[in-house]
């Protein structure tokens, strides 16, 4: 399956910047792979105060959040930002969650190229990531990309319920 990048078509997955009127819609993307993952709802991204105003939320941070739109629904998401209490140069990968209908289709893929190359464009260095034990298909995913395990968390992402961190130096 090809995924578009420039000009969406219906049945083929449109990755864009999101707009605030997605915020609802990824918003219950986000809490509902949480929720199939059965990810603690405090300490995660389930309880971000920003997940609710995830336009807002990019619009003030250094950093950008892509969403996928297939059949003009949301089914996906991913973004990188600024992470408190790290070196400048470090990003972090954020809120990258897709529905179990697009997995294995690349999107996940193609979200992390398209954050790796923004970030590099806002010079970062390096992008470091937090997830949790259990989510093994995108660990794999993360590897392949070019993140390592790293042995204690960066920075303060209050994400005390993810104990696996990741890194990728570019």
């Not at 918003?27 to 389930?46: H, Q, T, W």
């Not at 969403?67 to 470090?90: D, I, K, M």
Request: a negative charge; one cysteine or more; glycine letters at 8%.
């Amino acid at each position: 399956m090809t995924i578009a990048s420039t000009i969406p078509n219906q049945d083929v997955p449109f990755i864009r910047e999101i707009q605030e009127q997605d915020n609802a819609a990824i918003a219950r993307v986000i809490r509902s792979v949480l929720l199939e993952m059965e990810v603690p709802k405090v300490g995660s991204a389930y309880a971000d105060p920003s997940l609710d105003y995830m336009y807002q939320h990019y619009q003030q941070d250094k950093g950008k959040y892509y969403v996928v739109e297939l059949n003009g629904e949301v089914v996906a998401g991913g973004g990188f930002g600024s992470l408190p209490g790290a070196p400048a140069e470090v990003c972090e990968l954020q809120k990258m969650y897709l529905l179990p209908q697009t997995r294995g289709l690349g999107l996940g893929q193609k979200l992390i190229e398209r954050c790796i190359e923004d970030a590099k464009k806002m010079a970062y260095t390096q992008c470091y990531l937090e997830t949790l034990p259990n989510m093994l298909a995108a660990q794999a995913l993360y590897k392949k990309m070019g993140f390592a395990y790293i042995d204690q968390p960066m920075g303060n992402t209050g994400h005390c319920a993810c104990p696996v961190w990741m890194l990728k130096k570019f």
